[in-house]
């Protein structure tokens, strides 16, 4: 079946180190997107890619990296930069024509 | 830029009860429009969505939304909550005609259904 999988499904970092989240889609779809989510806030773009080897800031890009080499991968990394980078982060990709967005079951990143 | 507001944060509606969930959007044109559930821990699972076709939108789980263009409004309605539907709910828009092709989504509702 086609699907997002995002791993590691939980992942605990120590303050300081970047940290790379997986997001791998078997879709076929051209854009992907990550979400940043926490409590009382609902979801907030981090970055999107609507095609290979290019992708665009959301609203809070400050402290993450993407990199869109492959169509079905877009891996977000939380830098050393991101000041509270503990929450629940969501991988999306959708199809050409915005009508249709599915979602990964999350990552939870802890850091301590 | 594109903004969600869903009214209330948290809703509690006792089981077999009509559950209410508001979202108002704001935009020039009509947007597609998305309800999404969410339960502790998961991902977003799709309710139901409007994209300029019928304004009575059926979703799964016995769920509808109404698009009124003139309120600027998407609310979800169920006849009757189930225990089963207790889990927070998002209101999102798509302006993917006008450029920015991403889900802006509201700050949520937790719906309760109480025994």
């Known amino acids: 079946d086609g699907g997002i999988t995002q791993s590691p499904k939980y992942l605990f970092r120590k303050e300081g180190q970047n940290v790379t989240l997986s997001c791998e889609q078997n879709?076929?779809?051209?854009?992907m997107y990550w979400y940043r989510q926490d409590p009382g806030q609902g979801l907030r773009l981090i970055y999107y890619?609507?095609?290979?080897?290019?992708?665009q800031k959301g609203d809070i890009a400050e402290g993450y990296s993407v990199s869109r080499e492959k169509k079905e991968s877009f891996p977000l990394t939380v830098t050393s930069a991101q000041k509270n980078p503990t929450a629940f982060y969501l991988c999306a990709s959708s199809s050409t024509g915005g009508d249709g967005y599915t979602f990964g079951s999350g990552t939870r990143l802890t850091v301590v | 830029a594109q903004s969600v507001t869903q009214l209330g944060s948290h809703v509690s509606v006792s089981e077999g009860a009509l559950v209410l969930l508001r979202c108002n959007y704001s935009?020039?044109?009509?947007?597609?429009l998305f309800w999404y559930v969410q339960y502790p821990n998961q991902g977003l699972q799709l309710l139901l969505k409007?994209?300029?076709?019928?304004?009575l939108v059926k979703g799964i789980n016995g769920f509808e939304a109404e698009f009124k263009k003139s309120e600027t409004s998407f609310h979800l309605t169920k006849p009757s909550a189930h225990m089963s539907d207790a889990a927070e709910y998002f209101c999102?828009?798509?302006?993917?005609?006008?450029?920015?092709?991403?889900?802006?989504f509201g700050s949520g509702t937790r719906l309760q259904v109480q025994p």
């Open positions: 890619s609507q095609i290979v080897n290019d992708f």
């Open positions: 999102a828009v798509s302006d993917w005609d006008t450029g920015r092709r991403a889900l802006t």
């Open positions: 409007y994209t300029s076709a019928a304004t």
């Open positions: 935009s020039s044109v009509p947007p597609y």
């Open positions: 879709l076929n779809h051209d854009a």
